[in-house]
């Protein structure tokens, strides 16, 4: 079945980075794109931007620009989103999900818990 | 930028009835790139409807979403007691709406 596992819980300091990883399986990679999402504690879902499997092309949150790289390795079918400059509010959960058609995501990952914090 | 805003904010009702969720758009959107998504709490959302009025895969057909231009809405016709989540409006994979808790009365 189409399924994304992602990445460990991670904890960093302010303006640190973090990596965050999501493995696909159950189809063909580059068939799709993934889209990244975040969920601060309580809050709702934002978008962080998308990246093509299939040739590496990117369209990232405006309020994001410059502190955020989405990637791709075809050879592991997996997804990369780096975030740099970490500050606290950007303490939240982050999901990866597969880019259906015109542009719902199905399924999502499990979620990577980030926690920035002196 | 298109906005999303989602009303009620909260729905309190009880098992059994009938549960109307509204999504409104800041200006006119393809319903073709409208979706809802479910979410449980601890747990990542799950798409419910795509193209405004198409039900995923595995969905039971209690679900169902409407609409088109600037107004759509998600209807769950009769609550069962696992339907107690918040449920998300997107548009053409980006925006998403605030959200509305739909909890048991």
């Known amino acids: 079945q189409v399924q994304l596992v992602q990445s460990g819980a991670e904890v960093k300091k302010p303006g640190a980075s973090v990596k965050v990883s999501c493995k696909a399986s159950?189809?063909?990679?580059?068939?799709?794109?993934i889209s990244w999402v975040r969920q601060a504690p309580g809050q709702g879902l934002e978008w962080m931007g998308w990246?093509?499997?299939?040739?590496?092309?990117?369209n990232y949150a405006q309020k994001l620009q410059g502190r955020v790289t989405m990637t791709t390795d075809t050879s592991t079918s997996t997804a990369y989103m780096e975030l740099r400059s970490l500050r606290s509010d950007d303490t939240a959960v982050y999901y990866c999900?597969?880019?259906?058609?015109?542009?719902?995501?199905?399924?999502w990952g499990q979620g990577t818990l980030v926690t920035v914090s002196s | 930028e298109i906005v999303l805003t989602q009303s009620p904010g909260t729905l309190s009702l009880s098992p059994g009835e009938r549960a109307t969720l509204s999504c409104r758009a800041s200006?006119?959107?393809?319903?073709?790139?409208l979706a809802w998504y479910q979410q449980k709490p601890g747990q990542a959302p799950r798409l419910l409807i795509y193209?405004?009025?198409s039900r995923a895969t595995g969905i039971p057909d209690r679900f169902s979403g409407s609409g088109s231009g600037t107004d759509f809405t998600l209807t769950i016709s009769r609550l069962e007691p696992e339907d107690f989540a918040v449920y998300y409006c997107?548009?053409?994979?980006?925006?998403f709406g605030q959200g509305t808790k739909v909890e048991i009365k």
């Open positions: 200006q006119s959107v393809s319903s073709s790139y």
């Open positions: 990246i093509s499997a299939y040739n590496g092309n990117t």
């Open positions: 193209g405004a009025s």
């Open positions: 999900a597969r880019v259906v058609s015109l542009g719902w995501f199905d399924p």
């Open positions: 159950g189809y063909t990679f580059t068939s799709y794109g």
């Open positions: 997107q548009q053409y994979g980006e925006t």
